[in-house]
Structures are given as C-alpha cells and as structure tokens.
C-alpha cells in the first residue's frame, strides 16, 4: 500500500478554472503538508495540518485553500488558476510537528499541474 | 532558519563511494541536518538525518563535522539507481516540515 497517495498524478486545466488535489496519507501520522516545487525544482512549503489544525500558512496566494476532513487527509483547491500556478505539488505527512527537529517527511508522489 | 549550500552537481562511477558535502555555517544548537533524494518524476525520499554525531543506516552515512557547520553525506558503493538530486536541509526546532529544499546536487552515477 502506497505511504502517502495524490490523485490526480497530471492535472491540465485552462486558466481561470477552480482544481483539487487530494491527498491521503496511511501512516497514522499527525501531521500534513502541501509543497510546491517550481520549474527551477525548488521544493517550497506552502501549507501544514496537525490534527486538521492549520499550523503553517506561509505567503501563498489566497486562491489556494487547504482542507483537512481529518487527520489522515488534507486536499488543497485552487481557485482562478493562473498560468504561474503551473507546477509540481507534493502532498507529504510526518509523525508530530517536528517539535525537536527529530521528524522524517514521507512525500506523495506528486500532482504535475499546467495551467494553459 | 539556516541555509545550506551544495555542489550543484557531481559524477561517480559505479561502484564506488558517492561523498555529497553541504555546507551549513548558520546552524543553530538545536537545529538537525537532515538529507533527502529525489529521484526523477519521485517525491524526496528521507535518507538520514543527525544532530551532532554521525549516523548510519542501511541506505547512507552522515558525518557531521565537529563544529557542524558541514556535513558528507556517503552512499558506500552507488548504484546507477542512485542517480538523484540529493538535498541537505537544516530543520528548525519548530515543525519539521517549514523548511525549503534548495537546488540541491544532481549525483550522476555512470557506469
């Protein structure tokens, strides 16, 4: 069984649709994020769950939304897709917070989107 | 949060040892340095992570210099799947995942 599953793997949409991803993670762990990683392949940290408690929301565009129906899931929508959103988003999920910097990070295997 | 630098590639035969440094002079205390690979079309996959002494596990070693203001990361004998880009990140004390992965270095094992 797949750690951490995203779906779609490809998402190609128009400029100005609303998109989901989602992600779930069977690892019992507490804690979700959502990356994203650009065309230069920096891996940027966008959004954390704990226990579908928001605990990082760094300068995102908020036409981006996270939602976490519980702690095994947290999908993100994009809203008014613009062409700049094009890029690899990877769902990923660790045990805690990383409270003493002791966590590893299991990533899915990303969700390649192109805005057109 | 302290920021790492990387060679932005290296080669290695196969078969022989793959030694990645990375540089992070602003460590704090507290802060861990963890290493993780990215195959291509993958996620990053944790490979190791340690504090002040050196680690071991059944994928790499890490030696951590004694001021910690660098790190090797070894894979003892590469294998063309090794081929990735491997990156070092220093993670704050605070949530282990609010950190950014850099360019990282491109390890091209050819045969």
């Known amino acids: 069984d797949t750690a951490v599953s995203q779906t779609p793997k490809y998402l190609v949409t128009q400029m100005g649709n609303d998109k989901s991803i989602k992600c779930e993670q069977n690892l019992g762990h507490d804690t979700m994020y959502w990356y994203k990683q650009d065309s230069k392949k920096f891996l940027k940290i966008m959004f954390s769950?704990?226990?579908?408690?928001?605990?990082i929301n760094e300068t995102v565009p908020n036409r981006f939304s996270p939602k976490s129906p519980d702690k095994a899931h947290l999908n993100l929508h994009i809203n008014s897709l613009e062409l700049g959103d094009s890029a690899v988003y990877f769902c990923a999920s660790s045990q805690g917070q990383g409270a003493v910097g002791n966590e590893k990070l299991f990533f899915g295997s990303g969700t390649q989107l192109s805005v057109l | 949060d302290a920021k790492t630098t990387q060679p932005t590639s290296m080669d290695c035969a196969e078969g022989r040892a793959a030694n990645l440094p990375c540089n992070h002079s602003t460590i704090s205390g507290n802060e861990y340095v963890y290493w993780y690979r990215q195959i291509h079309s993958q996620g990053p996959q944790y490979i190791i992570h340690g504090l002040k002494n050196n680690e071991t596990n059944e994928m790499a070693s890490l030696i951590i210099t004694e001021d910690r203001k660098s790190s090797t990361l070894i894979l003892p004998h590469a294998t063309l799947r090794d081929t990735a880009v491997y990156y070092c990140?220093?993670?704050?004390?605070?949530?282990?995942?609010?950190?950014?992965f850099g360019d990282g270095t491109t390890l091209t094992v050819k045969p």
């Open positions: 990140i220093v993670i704050p004390p605070t949530n282990a995942g609010k950190s950014t």
């Open positions: 769950y704990n226990n579908k408690e928001l605990i």
